[in-house]
């Protein structure tokens, strides 16, 4: 299986601002996915990032605001920008690992705007 | 679009007694997958079901996948302090993406 490690793992931002979170994957993997997830509640995919193109992001979820860059086949960030306290919530990213291993996550960004 | 529910939201057992949460996936499922997160933690892989009535175990975690393979349920027996957390079922749609859906998840709370 693989490991991801992700920070900031938690960080307070004012509003207007922007946050950006890492995540190293310790393999290759083809592809990387972002989710949020608000508190008490699932987790809801933001984008699918691939390496060499542009990730593809899902319904109510837009470049602008989640810009996301994929350079190499071990390294993804997300940006969160203009931030609101609409977007404080926790953000992960994942790998599919295979049948045994299902999706790996990284541990977690808690994000607050205040 | 699939959607995946899952029941109950929350759960309070004492310790020693069993546990269910259902998963009902409004689209047949080529796969549905379980994840346990433990408060403040992240989601941790605990198995993949892939044929029509499967069922698996692991130690006191029996898990089902419908005839139909549009539901599924994990069952905990005897739980322990340990098994405190939230359960997600994520399923596969059969027809459509390969990116599993997630459920709302099922909070387990275990009072010793």
């Known amino acids: 299986s693989a490991v991801i490690s992700q920070k900031p793992s938690r960080d307070i931002c004012q509003r207007g601002t922007s946050l950006t979170i890492q995540c190293q994957v310790d393999s290759q993997v083809t592809m990387m996915f972002w989710y949020r997830q608000q508190p008490g509640q699932s987790l809801t995919l933001i984008a699918t990032a691939n390496q060499g193109s542009e990730a593809t992001y899902e319904s109510g979820f837009v470049i602008d605001k989640f810009p996301i860059s994929r350079p190499n086949l071990t390294f993804s960030t997300l940006t969160v920008s203009n931030l609101s306290p609409e977007d404080s919530s926790i953000y992960l990213c994942?790998?599919?690992?295979?049948?045994?291993?299902?999706?790996?996550f990284g541990s977690g960004t808690r994000l607050t705007v205040v | 679009g699939q959607q995946v529910m899952q029941i109950p939201q929350y759960q309070h057992v004492q310790e020693g007694e069993d546990f269910t949460t259902y998963c009902n996936s409004s689209?047949?499922?080529?796969?549905i997958q379980w994840y346990k997160q433990r408060p403040g933690g992240h989601p941790v892989f605990l198995i993949q079901l892939v044929k029509s009535g499967e069922v698996k175990k692991q130690k006191r975690l029996t898990f089902q996948f419908g005839e139909a393979k549009k539901n599924s349920s994990l069952h905990i027996t005897a739980t322990q302090t340990t098994d405190v957390g939230t359960y997600f079922c994520a399923g596969r749609d059969s027809g459509g993406s390969y990116i599993p859906t997630f459920g709302r998840g099922t909070s387990l709370i275990v009072h010793p």
């Open positions: 994942s790998t599919w690992t295979g049948p045994n291993y299902g999706y790996t």
């Open positions: 689209t047949t499922l080529s796969n």
